[in-house]
Protein backbone atom coordinates (compact mmCIF):
# COMPACT_ATOMS: atom_id res chain seq x y z
CA UNK A 1 0.00 0.00 0.00
CA UNK A 2 1.10 3.33 -1.01
CA UNK A 3 -0.12 6.78 -0.33
CA UNK A 4 -0.30 9.81 -3.19
CA UNK A 5 -0.20 13.54 -1.18
CA UNK A 6 -1.36 16.24 -2.82
CA UNK A 7 -0.56 19.22 -0.14
CA UNK A 8 -2.29 22.53 -0.20
CA UNK A 9 -4.47 22.06 -2.72
CA UNK A 10 -4.48 25.16 -5.23
CA UNK A 11 -7.32 27.66 -6.56
CA UNK A 12 -10.07 26.72 -3.69
CA UNK A 13 -10.91 28.76 -0.59
CA UNK A 14 -8.82 27.92 2.40
CA UNK A 15 -6.15 24.90 2.86
CA UNK A 16 -7.17 21.15 2.49
CA UNK A 17 -5.33 18.38 1.54
CA UNK A 18 -5.84 14.91 -0.87
CA UNK A 19 -4.57 11.94 0.31
CA UNK A 20 -4.62 9.07 -2.25
CA UNK A 21 -4.37 5.06 -0.68
CA UNK A 22 -3.33 3.26 -3.63
CA UNK A 23 -2.19 -0.77 -3.69
CA UNK A 24 -1.30 -2.72 -6.56
CA UNK A 25 -1.73 0.57 -9.08
CA UNK A 26 -5.27 0.40 -7.76
CA UNK A 27 -6.98 3.14 -5.70
CA UNK A 28 -8.63 1.89 -2.69
CA UNK A 29 -9.58 5.37 -1.02
CA UNK A 30 -8.81 8.93 -1.26
CA UNK A 31 -10.06 11.66 1.23
CA UNK A 32 -9.92 15.62 1.35
CA UNK A 33 -8.07 16.63 4.87
CA UNK A 34 -9.58 19.95 5.51
CA UNK A 35 -6.41 20.89 7.78
CA UNK A 36 -7.60 24.62 8.89
CA UNK A 37 -8.46 24.61 12.65
CA UNK A 38 -11.62 25.00 14.00
CA UNK A 39 -12.77 28.33 14.68
CA UNK A 40 -15.48 27.88 16.73
CA UNK A 41 -17.89 30.73 15.92
CA UNK A 42 -21.14 29.43 17.33
CA UNK A 43 -19.77 29.26 20.50
CA UNK A 44 -18.22 33.02 19.99
CA UNK A 45 -21.95 34.66 19.68
CA UNK A 46 -23.02 32.97 22.99
CA UNK A 47 -23.13 35.53 25.53
CA UNK A 48 -22.97 38.68 23.35
CA UNK A 49 -26.34 40.67 22.22
CA UNK A 50 -28.55 39.45 19.52
CA UNK A 51 -27.22 42.55 17.36
CA UNK A 52 -24.23 41.92 17.30
CA UNK A 53 -24.23 37.81 15.94
CA UNK A 54 -24.87 39.24 12.43
CA UNK A 55 -21.38 41.58 12.57
CA UNK A 56 -19.64 38.40 13.96
CA UNK A 57 -20.55 35.54 11.69
CA UNK A 58 -19.99 37.74 8.66
CA UNK A 59 -16.18 36.91 9.79
CA UNK A 60 -16.64 33.81 9.03
CA UNK A 61 -15.89 34.35 5.37
CA UNK A 62 -14.41 37.38 4.07
CA UNK A 63 -15.85 36.09 0.47
CA UNK A 64 -19.45 35.43 1.29
CA UNK A 65 -19.79 37.60 3.86
CA UNK A 66 -23.05 39.21 2.81
CA UNK A 67 -24.57 36.01 2.97
CA UNK A 68 -23.77 35.12 6.36
CA UNK A 69 -24.93 38.62 7.65
CA UNK A 70 -28.09 38.19 6.17
CA UNK A 71 -28.75 34.65 6.90
CA UNK A 72 -27.55 35.36 10.64
CA UNK A 73 -30.53 38.69 10.34
CA UNK A 74 -33.16 36.45 9.42
CA UNK A 75 -32.15 33.98 12.22
CA UNK A 76 -32.62 36.71 14.81
CA UNK A 77 -35.61 38.62 13.01
CA UNK A 78 -37.30 35.07 13.33
CA UNK A 79 -36.63 34.35 16.92
CA UNK A 80 -37.77 37.91 18.07
CA UNK A 81 -40.85 37.54 15.06
CA UNK A 82 -40.07 40.68 13.14
CA UNK A 83 -41.39 41.13 9.75
CA UNK A 84 -39.44 43.30 7.09
CA UNK A 85 -40.69 45.46 4.48
CA UNK A 86 -40.39 45.13 0.81
CA UNK A 87 -38.06 47.81 0.56
CA UNK A 88 -35.55 45.60 2.99
CA UNK A 89 -36.31 42.87 1.20
CA UNK A 90 -35.68 43.97 -2.07
CA UNK A 91 -32.18 45.50 -0.54
CA UNK A 92 -30.98 41.95 0.77
CA UNK A 93 -31.44 39.87 -2.59
CA UNK A 94 -29.68 42.41 -4.42
CA UNK A 95 -27.05 41.94 -1.29
CA UNK A 96 -26.93 38.23 -2.09
CA UNK A 97 -26.52 38.56 -5.41
CA UNK A 98 -23.88 40.86 -5.81
CA UNK A 99 -22.41 38.53 -3.93
CA UNK A 100 -22.98 36.19 -6.29
CA UNK A 101 -21.35 38.05 -9.01
CA UNK A 102 -18.25 38.56 -6.59
CA UNK A 103 -17.98 34.69 -6.42
CA UNK A 104 -18.71 33.26 -9.21
CA UNK A 105 -16.92 35.13 -11.10
CA UNK A 106 -13.97 34.77 -9.61
CA UNK A 107 -14.37 31.26 -9.33
CA UNK A 108 -14.83 30.81 -13.18
CA UNK A 109 -11.82 32.73 -14.26
CA UNK A 110 -9.13 32.44 -11.61
CA UNK A 111 -10.22 29.38 -10.10
CA UNK A 112 -12.04 26.72 -12.64
CA UNK A 113 -10.40 28.29 -16.04
CA UNK A 114 -6.90 27.80 -15.83
CA UNK A 115 -7.33 23.86 -15.23
CA UNK A 116 -8.96 23.98 -19.13
CA UNK A 117 -7.73 27.17 -20.94
CA UNK A 118 -4.44 27.10 -22.55
CA UNK A 119 -3.63 23.48 -21.93
CA UNK A 120 -4.23 23.94 -17.98
CA UNK A 121 -2.36 27.08 -17.34
CA UNK A 122 -2.12 26.24 -14.00
CA UNK A 123 -3.01 30.27 -12.80
CA UNK A 124 -5.03 33.06 -14.37
CA UNK A 125 -1.82 35.36 -15.01
CA UNK A 126 -0.62 33.85 -17.96
CA UNK A 127 -4.18 34.92 -19.37
CA UNK A 128 -3.71 37.87 -18.93
CA UNK A 129 -0.79 38.40 -21.28
CA UNK A 130 -2.50 35.43 -23.89
CA UNK A 131 -6.22 36.97 -23.90
CA UNK A 132 -6.25 40.04 -22.17
CA UNK A 133 -10.26 40.19 -22.87
CA UNK A 134 -11.18 37.69 -21.20
CA UNK A 135 -9.29 38.90 -17.83
CA UNK A 136 -10.91 42.16 -18.27
CA UNK A 137 -14.37 40.46 -18.44
CA UNK A 138 -13.37 38.60 -15.11
CA UNK A 139 -12.13 42.09 -13.82
CA UNK A 140 -15.68 43.81 -14.77
CA UNK A 141 -17.78 41.49 -13.23
CA UNK A 142 -16.32 41.20 -9.92
CA UNK A 143 -15.45 45.48 -10.13
CA UNK A 144 -19.28 45.36 -10.37
CA UNK A 145 -20.14 43.28 -7.34
CA UNK A 146 -17.78 44.76 -5.31
CA UNK A 147 -19.08 47.92 -5.74
CA UNK A 148 -23.18 47.18 -5.57
CA UNK A 149 -22.13 45.54 -2.45
CA UNK A 150 -20.34 48.74 -1.35
CA UNK A 151 -23.10 50.70 -2.66
CA UNK A 152 -26.19 48.65 -0.10
CA UNK A 153 -24.11 47.59 2.68
CA UNK A 154 -21.27 49.92 3.22
CA UNK A 155 -18.50 48.27 1.88
CA UNK A 156 -17.48 45.37 -0.17
CA UNK A 157 -16.68 42.77 2.67
CA UNK A 158 -18.73 42.47 6.23
CA UNK A 159 -20.97 44.53 5.96
CA UNK A 160 -22.49 47.22 8.39
CA UNK A 161 -25.70 48.68 6.89
CA UNK A 162 -27.85 45.53 7.40
CA UNK A 163 -29.31 45.95 10.84
CA UNK A 164 -31.91 43.83 12.47
CA UNK A 165 -35.09 44.88 10.80
CA UNK A 166 -33.33 46.97 8.11
CA UNK A 167 -31.28 48.71 6.78
CA UNK A 168 -29.37 51.44 9.04
CA UNK A 169 -28.97 53.36 5.82
CA UNK A 170 -30.11 52.64 1.88
CA UNK A 171 -28.58 54.05 -1.33
CA UNK A 172 -29.94 56.46 -2.79
CA UNK A 173 -32.25 55.51 -5.64
CA UNK A 174 -30.62 57.32 -7.89
CA UNK A 175 -27.34 55.13 -7.09
CA UNK A 176 -28.73 52.29 -7.62
CA UNK A 177 -29.96 53.21 -10.97
CA UNK A 178 -26.77 54.13 -12.19
CA UNK A 179 -25.95 50.44 -11.33
CA UNK A 180 -28.77 49.13 -14.01
CA UNK A 181 -26.38 49.90 -17.47
CA UNK A 182 -23.47 48.05 -16.13
CA UNK A 183 -25.70 44.80 -15.47
CA UNK A 184 -26.99 44.94 -18.56
CA UNK A 185 -23.15 44.86 -19.64
CA UNK A 186 -22.31 42.05 -17.27
CA UNK A 187 -25.37 40.20 -18.31
CA UNK A 188 -23.69 40.42 -21.87
CA UNK A 189 -20.23 39.20 -19.82
CA UNK A 190 -22.19 37.36 -18.16
CA UNK A 191 -23.11 35.65 -21.47
CA UNK A 192 -19.72 35.46 -22.62
CA UNK A 193 -18.49 33.28 -19.77
CA UNK A 194 -21.29 30.74 -19.94
CA UNK A 195 -20.09 30.52 -23.84
CA UNK A 196 -16.08 30.00 -22.51
CA UNK A 197 -17.32 27.35 -19.79
CA UNK A 198 -19.09 25.31 -22.35
CA UNK A 199 -15.87 24.72 -23.79
CA UNK A 200 -13.91 22.64 -21.19
CA UNK A 201 -13.85 19.84 -22.13
CA UNK A 202 -14.89 17.35 -19.24
CA UNK A 203 -15.86 13.73 -18.37
CA UNK A 204 -18.75 12.01 -18.70
CA UNK A 205 -19.39 11.57 -14.76
CA UNK A 206 -22.70 10.96 -13.19
CA UNK A 207 -22.43 10.42 -9.37
CA UNK A 208 -25.01 9.16 -6.82
CA UNK A 209 -25.38 11.55 -4.71
CA UNK A 210 -28.42 13.07 -3.64
CA UNK A 211 -29.04 17.17 -4.41
CA UNK A 212 -30.58 19.90 -1.77
CA UNK A 213 -31.53 23.61 -2.78
CA UNK A 214 -34.32 26.02 -1.98
CA UNK A 215 -36.93 26.01 -3.97
CA UNK A 216 -39.46 28.89 -4.35
CA UNK A 217 -42.81 29.01 -6.75
CA UNK A 218 -42.46 32.81 -7.33
CA UNK A 219 -39.25 33.31 -7.57
CA UNK A 220 -35.10 31.91 -8.33
CA UNK A 221 -35.19 30.89 -4.96
CA UNK A 222 -31.49 32.88 -2.92
CA UNK A 223 -33.73 34.36 0.08
CA UNK A 224 -36.68 32.52 0.31
CA UNK A 225 -38.33 29.35 -0.25
CA UNK A 226 -38.43 25.62 1.28
CA UNK A 227 -35.18 23.32 1.17
CA UNK A 228 -36.19 20.42 -1.90
CA UNK A 229 -34.84 17.14 -2.38
CA UNK A 230 -34.70 16.38 -5.77
CA UNK A 231 -34.47 12.44 -5.86
CA UNK A 232 -36.45 11.99 -2.52
CA UNK A 233 -39.04 14.99 -4.20
CA UNK A 234 -39.33 16.16 -0.17
CA UNK A 235 -39.53 19.69 0.32
CA UNK A 236 -39.58 20.89 4.06
CA UNK A 237 -39.21 24.73 6.10
CA UNK A 238 -35.90 25.68 6.46
CA UNK A 239 -36.42 25.50 10.30
CA UNK A 240 -36.74 21.76 10.24
CA UNK A 241 -32.84 21.70 8.66
CA UNK A 242 -31.74 20.16 12.02
CA UNK A 243 -34.21 17.55 11.24
CA UNK A 244 -33.32 15.93 8.09
CA UNK A 245 -29.51 17.31 7.97
CA UNK A 246 -26.84 14.77 10.11
CA UNK A 247 -23.43 16.23 10.97
CA UNK A 248 -20.62 13.87 11.90
CA UNK A 249 -17.28 13.94 12.61
CA UNK A 250 -14.61 12.73 10.88
CA UNK A 251 -11.34 11.34 11.62
CA UNK A 252 -9.33 12.91 9.19
CA UNK A 253 -10.42 16.15 8.57
CA UNK A 254 -11.24 19.69 10.87
CA UNK A 255 -14.54 19.80 9.07
CA UNK A 256 -17.72 17.61 9.77
CA UNK A 257 -19.65 15.70 7.31
CA UNK A 258 -22.87 16.10 6.49
CA UNK A 259 -25.72 13.79 5.17
CA UNK A 260 -29.50 13.79 4.35
CA UNK A 261 -31.50 10.70 4.54
CA UNK A 262 -28.17 8.77 5.18
CA UNK A 263 -27.33 9.95 1.80
CA UNK A 264 -24.38 12.41 0.99
CA UNK A 265 -25.31 15.18 -0.79
CA UNK A 266 -24.48 18.51 -2.90
CA UNK A 267 -25.50 21.93 -2.72
CA UNK A 268 -24.76 24.65 -5.10
CA UNK A 269 -25.50 26.11 -8.48
CA UNK A 270 -25.85 22.45 -10.23
CA UNK A 271 -28.81 21.62 -7.20
CA UNK A 272 -29.90 24.69 -7.66
CA UNK A 273 -30.50 24.95 -11.60
CA UNK A 274 -31.86 21.57 -11.50
CA UNK A 275 -34.32 22.47 -9.12
CA UNK A 276 -35.23 26.21 -10.35
CA UNK A 277 -34.51 26.05 -14.31
CA UNK A 278 -38.11 27.23 -15.01
CA UNK A 279 -37.59 30.08 -12.68
CA UNK A 280 -34.27 31.26 -14.20
CA UNK A 281 -34.29 34.50 -16.19
CA UNK A 282 -35.13 33.60 -19.50
CA UNK A 283 -31.88 34.86 -21.33
CA UNK A 284 -30.29 32.48 -18.69
CA UNK A 285 -32.41 29.74 -19.86
CA UNK A 286 -31.73 30.38 -23.75
CA UNK A 287 -27.96 31.12 -23.14
CA UNK A 288 -27.81 27.38 -21.40
CA UNK A 289 -30.19 25.60 -23.81
CA UNK A 290 -28.38 27.19 -26.52
CA UNK A 291 -25.24 25.66 -25.02
CA UNK A 292 -26.16 22.25 -24.84
CA UNK A 293 -27.58 21.98 -20.92
CA UNK A 294 -30.74 21.20 -20.26
CA UNK A 295 -31.71 20.10 -16.25
CA UNK A 296 -31.67 17.28 -15.03
CA UNK A 297 -27.92 16.76 -15.08
CA UNK A 298 -25.80 15.18 -12.40
CA UNK A 299 -22.21 15.72 -13.71
CA UNK A 300 -20.30 17.48 -10.76
CA UNK A 301 -18.66 19.05 -13.83
CA UNK A 302 -21.33 21.18 -14.56
CA UNK A 303 -21.45 23.09 -11.21
CA UNK A 304 -19.17 25.32 -13.26
CA UNK A 305 -21.69 26.01 -16.02
CA UNK A 306 -24.44 26.62 -13.63
CA UNK A 307 -22.70 29.24 -11.98
CA UNK A 308 -22.34 30.96 -15.71
CA UNK A 309 -25.61 30.70 -15.67
CA UNK A 310 -26.46 32.22 -12.82
CA UNK A 311 -24.13 34.82 -13.55
CA UNK A 312 -26.02 35.98 -16.50
CA UNK A 313 -29.79 35.41 -14.10
CA UNK A 314 -28.17 37.51 -11.09
CA UNK A 315 -27.08 40.86 -13.54
CA UNK A 316 -30.67 40.57 -15.14
CA UNK A 317 -32.60 40.31 -12.08
CA UNK A 318 -30.48 42.63 -9.90
CA UNK A 319 -31.60 45.21 -12.90
CA UNK A 320 -34.96 44.16 -12.05
CA UNK A 321 -34.96 44.60 -8.34
CA UNK A 322 -33.55 48.08 -8.83
CA UNK A 323 -36.63 48.75 -10.86
CA UNK A 324 -38.64 46.87 -8.43
CA UNK A 325 -37.26 48.94 -5.03
CA UNK A 326 -37.54 52.56 -7.20
CA UNK A 327 -41.25 51.88 -7.12
CA UNK A 328 -42.08 50.36 -4.41
CA UNK A 329 -43.22 52.69 -1.32
CA UNK A 330 -42.21 52.28 3.11
CA UNK A 331 -38.73 52.28 4.32
CA UNK A 332 -36.31 50.20 5.14
CA UNK A 333 -35.55 51.40 8.37
CA UNK A 334 -36.00 49.32 11.29
CA UNK A 335 -39.82 49.66 13.14
CA UNK A 336 -39.49 49.49 16.62
CA UNK A 337 -39.73 45.80 18.31
CA UNK A 338 -39.50 43.80 21.37
CA UNK A 339 -36.46 42.29 22.75
CA UNK A 340 -37.83 38.53 24.13
CA UNK A 341 -36.81 35.29 24.18
CA UNK A 342 -37.17 32.89 21.22
CA UNK A 343 -34.79 30.41 18.85
CA UNK A 344 -35.13 31.19 15.20
CA UNK A 345 -33.61 29.64 11.75
CA UNK A 346 -32.97 31.37 8.34
CA UNK A 347 -31.28 29.93 5.01
CA UNK A 348 -30.20 31.84 2.21
CA UNK A 349 -28.76 30.40 -1.22
CA UNK A 350 -24.93 31.11 -1.03
CA UNK A 351 -23.09 31.37 -3.99
CA UNK A 352 -21.71 27.80 -3.10
CA UNK A 353 -24.92 26.55 -1.70
CA UNK A 354 -27.91 26.58 0.80
CA UNK A 355 -26.60 28.52 3.98
CA UNK A 356 -27.96 27.69 7.60
CA UNK A 357 -27.76 29.65 10.77
CA UNK A 358 -29.97 29.32 13.42
CA UNK A 359 -30.01 31.09 17.19
CA UNK A 360 -31.39 30.84 20.71
CA UNK A 361 -32.28 34.36 22.53
CA UNK A 362 -33.16 34.86 25.99
CA UNK A 363 -35.36 37.71 27.71
CA UNK A 364 -32.44 40.13 27.59
CA UNK A 365 -31.27 39.79 24.51
CA UNK A 366 -27.94 37.63 24.72
CA UNK A 367 -27.44 35.04 22.89
CA UNK A 368 -27.90 31.55 24.37
CA UNK A 369 -27.16 29.30 21.97
CA UNK A 370 -25.72 29.20 17.78
CA UNK A 371 -25.58 26.87 15.04
CA UNK A 372 -24.31 27.24 11.36
CA UNK A 373 -24.15 25.00 8.45
CA UNK A 374 -21.96 26.05 5.49
CA UNK A 375 -22.21 24.94 2.08
CA UNK A 376 -19.12 23.48 1.79
CA UNK A 377 -19.74 21.25 5.47
CA UNK A 378 -23.07 19.71 3.76
CA UNK A 379 -20.65 19.02 -0.14
CA UNK A 380 -17.42 17.36 1.76
CA UNK A 381 -19.14 13.41 2.23
CA UNK A 382 -20.67 14.11 -1.60
CA UNK A 383 -16.99 15.36 -2.14
CA UNK A 384 -15.52 12.31 -0.96
CA UNK A 385 -18.15 10.48 -2.34
CA UNK A 386 -17.26 11.53 -5.84
CA UNK A 387 -13.58 11.32 -5.49
CA UNK A 388 -14.10 7.55 -4.73
CA UNK A 389 -16.15 7.43 -7.87
CA UNK A 390 -13.97 9.12 -10.06
CA UNK A 391 -10.36 7.81 -9.24
CA UNK A 392 -11.12 4.68 -10.70
CA UNK A 393 -11.85 6.40 -14.07
CA UNK A 394 -8.80 8.30 -13.53
CA UNK A 395 -6.33 5.86 -12.46
CA UNK A 396 -4.42 4.72 -15.38
CA UNK A 397 -3.23 8.26 -16.29
CA UNK A 398 0.19 9.51 -15.49
CA UNK A 399 0.55 10.60 -11.76
CA UNK A 400 0.51 14.55 -12.72
CA UNK A 401 -2.43 13.75 -14.99
CA UNK A 402 -4.36 11.92 -12.61
CA UNK A 403 -3.75 14.78 -9.55
CA UNK A 404 -5.25 17.14 -12.37
CA UNK A 405 -8.28 15.41 -12.64
CA UNK A 406 -8.80 14.82 -9.19
CA UNK A 407 -8.01 18.60 -8.56
CA UNK A 408 -10.58 19.55 -11.42
CA UNK A 409 -13.39 17.59 -9.57
CA UNK A 410 -12.63 19.25 -6.24
CA UNK A 411 -12.46 22.80 -7.60
CA UNK A 412 -15.84 22.07 -9.52
CA UNK A 413 -17.13 22.45 -6.56
CA UNK A 414 -16.14 25.67 -5.21
CA UNK A 415 -15.28 24.72 -1.91
CA UNK A 416 -14.47 27.36 0.86
CA UNK A 417 -12.69 25.13 3.74
CA UNK A 418 -12.20 28.15 6.23
CA UNK A 419 -16.41 28.18 6.16
CA UNK A 420 -16.24 24.14 6.61
CA UNK A 421 -14.48 25.01 10.39
CA UNK A 422 -16.78 27.70 11.33
Not at 364 to 380: S, Y
Amino acid sequence: MSTLTVEHVARIEGHGTITVDVDGGEVRDIRMDVIEPVRLFESMVVGRRFDEAPLITSRICGICSPNHAVTSLKAVEAALGIEVSERTQLLRKLLLYASYLQNHATHLYVFAAPDYVGGGIGSVFPLATSAPDVVQRALRIKKLGNELTTALAGRSVHPITPVVGGFSSEPAVSVLEAFVPRLAEAARDAGKTAALVATFVIPTFEPAGEMLAMVDSDDYAIYEGSVCALDAGWCRDVSEYRSFITETVVGHSNAKHSTVDGRPFMVGALPRVNQSWDRLAPTARVVASKLGFRPVSRNTFHNNLCQAIELIDAAERCASYIEQFAAVGGSSTPEAFAIKSGSGSGATEAPRGTLYHSLSIDDDGIVTAGDVITPTAQNLANLEADMRAFAPTVAALPEPEFVLRIEQLVRAYDPCLSCSVH
